[in-house]
């Protein structure tokens, strides 16, 4: 199935400044008052402001219109055969106002690293199972139905050759002598991995972009927001966030409920697939430990640029926060996951 999304055209834009100015602007346009949309948060892309019970996001800049423009054309053809409740964006692109999408508000509530962490700590691993279903179900996504979309095509041999070339020299008098050499050697073996099929990933699987949709306490659905970093990439990209802002457990919780596949996760809910003996399970764990190494080639990678561009802007916080980080993880002796 094609995008129905069409192509805006090209106009001169003006950036809101602040969510007042981006409410100001797009009131008119949504035949209501200032005052009447309320700030719900700001990235560096985009502001978002709640009309109702609609979500309003806001271009602030140039990427933030390619972003929205991206989740529109995506989930215009995907949103349906997704295993979570997501944004259906509709596109607004007045003639000399800023480029915004509105969509209904996804229901549910954030899920935290608490409620996570505590669940798969007790043996309920509901939350894991609804996660790793909507991964499954957005990297089968058909590609071809999203081929007038704006996406980047991204792998991790292509990013790792990269930063060979940029990162480590750059931050060669910032990282301490074995953790640059360990991180030399990562790269070096990540950009000779052989590229896994790409697919559709939502690219900020992240606290804030999860929730969960509870009946009698329990989650029962998953909603999912901001697909504003959608790309086509391999599909250990997408764990990348769930490790970072959740941590090994959480994450491995999900892996494994992921690699199982539907057909092998139990009737109970939150069951978990016991892997067969013999070489079968071998197969699976070998399978298992490729991809987690492949999600720490992503993470090595994104940790990389996001360090890398506080230097570009001028953010010593940032870079400061980045290098500990890199630090952090490269003078392990064994990654925590492995």
Known sequence: MSSPWKWPQKRPQQWPRSADEAASRVAPHLGVTARQLEALGAGDDCFALACGSRVVRVARRSAGRVALDREACVLAAIAPGLAANVPRPEAWRPDGGPRFNVHERVQGDVITQDAWRTAVARGDHQLSALVASFLRSLHSAPIAGVSNCPLVRRSLSMEATRL???????????????????????????????????????????????????????????????????????????????????????????VDDYLAGEEEVGDEAGARAIPRDGAERIGAQEERERFLQDIRGWYLVEALDWTLDGLVIGDEERVDEGVSALSNDLMRSRWPLL
């Not at 939502?202 to 504003?228: E, N, Q, S």
């Open 164 to 254: 060979r070339h940029r990162g480590v020299e750059v931050l060669q008098d910032k990282l301490p002598r074995d953790a640059r050499a360990h991180l030399r050697m990562l790269l070096a073996e990540a950009s000779e991995r052989t590229p896994a099929e790409c697919c559709l990933v939502h690219g900020d699987v992240a606290t804030g972009h999860l929730l969960a949709i509870p009946v009698d306490a329990r989650p029962t659905a998953l909603g999912v927001i901001d697909f504003g970093d959608v790309c086509l990439a391999e599909p250990a990209r997408d764990f990348v966030f769930l490790y970072e802002d959740f941590g090994s457990m959480v994450l491995l919780d999900v």
